[in-house]
């Protein structure tokens, strides 16, 4: 009596194994055709950039091509949604950059909820940012400008690359846990921005280390403090924001995801060939030359930092009162 039992105990364990073989089967076989790495950004722009050199890492190494797909808008969430409504099956997936953080609570309704339908892959890069200042400008550390500023209030401007941007919450989230008072001045984006701080009609900005860099070597402008919780290798001479503000950080950063649902075999396979990337002497070096620094971890890791950075970004949004352009 028990032979007919056990035998259909062991059909039963048989049969819930094999589409976890299947799945298996399928993650070590893939990819069989091109997959998309969908950026909801402009061609030419940071995200596109890290977008094409870890597509090129992924299509040497899976011998699939790793087409680069630009959706721009919307501050990035045309591309998220074309994301979000692709099939989940490994051949889509999104160059997630800070702005999905910050957009969270940006925007009142979006047609999409980024913890919930986007499933993280991996980081990939982050991008310092430097607090600098026009050389004309008295301060000369932040301890003296957090002086001035609160000496005079309401009569510095910072610029920004505009409203929701990093370079404009990273100087808000200052404003926040200093207590000062500058009057932020958006721009459309980032060169304007810096051509009216280089000729001093504006006093201050966030601005991301690599489009800045030059005119700091030449003396055009005078970096204050790299804005990320350690020391810039860029910019080894220069003190962090938080040495004088403790628990102050604000970077941009950029890593995978993909629809919810893409099987975990294939998240986890596409995880490792990208840390394998960001080991790669040749991938640091380039990734260097771009004022980043590699940002390795699990698909855990990544889903922990996308978290906090919505927690951060949501209360300088709110704090700052701040509505997309």
């Known amino acids: 009596m028990n032979f007919p039992r056990r035998r259909f105990l062991c059909l039963t364990v048989s049969a819930a194994a094999l589409p976890a073989a ?23 722009s940071a995200p596109d950039m890290f977008a094409r050199l870890i597509g090129q890492w992924l299509s040497e190494r899976l011998s699939r091509p790793f087409v680069v797909d630009n959706r721009p808008g ?36 979006l047609n999409f909820n980024f913890i919930r339908d986007i499933a993280p892959v991996g980081s990939v890069a982050r991008v310092p940012f430097v607090m600098e200042v026009n050389p004309s400008f008295p301060a000369k550390t932040v301890p003296e400008f957090i002086a001035y500023a609160k000496a005079n209030p309401g009569k510095v401007n910072m610029a920004s690359a505009g409203n929701g941007t990093v370079s404009h919450v990273a100087g808000e989230l200052f404003k926040m846990m200093t207590g000062v008072n500058i009057i932020h001045v958006p721009y459309r984006s980032t060169p304007p921005a810096l051509t009216d701080l280089l000729g001093g009609q ?14 700091i070597r030449a003396g055009k402008l005078r970096p204050l403090a790299v804005t990320t919780a350690m020391r810039s290798e860029t910019l080894p001479d220069i003190s962090t924001v938080g040495e004088f503000v403790p628990g102050y950080e604000a970077s941009a950063w950029f890593g995978v995801g993909a629809p919810k649902n893409t099987p975990t075999e294939i998240v986890d396979k596409l995880n490792a060939e990208i840390d394998a990337g960001l080991a790669d002497p040749g991938i640091r070096a380039r990734f260097a030359n771009l004022g980043s620094e590699p940002l390795a971890g699990s698909p855990a890791d990544f889903g922990k930092l996308i978290a906090e950075e919505i927690e951060k970004w949501s209360k300088v949004v709110k704090f700052a009162g701040i509505k997309p352009e």
């Open 74 to 109: 919307a501050g990035g969430n045309i591309g998220i949604e074309v994301a979000v409504r692709s099939p989940p099956d490994g051949y889509a997936f999104l160059l997630v950059p800070t702005s999905s953080a910050i957009n969270a609570t940006l925007y009142e309704k």
């Open 202 to 215: 504006v006093e201050v900005m966030f601005d991301a280390i690599p489009t800045s860099i030059e005119h």
């Open 22 to 44: 299947i799945r298996i089967a399928q993650a070590q076989a893939y990819p069989t055709r091109p997959v998309r790495l969908i950026v909801g950004a402009a061609v030419g």
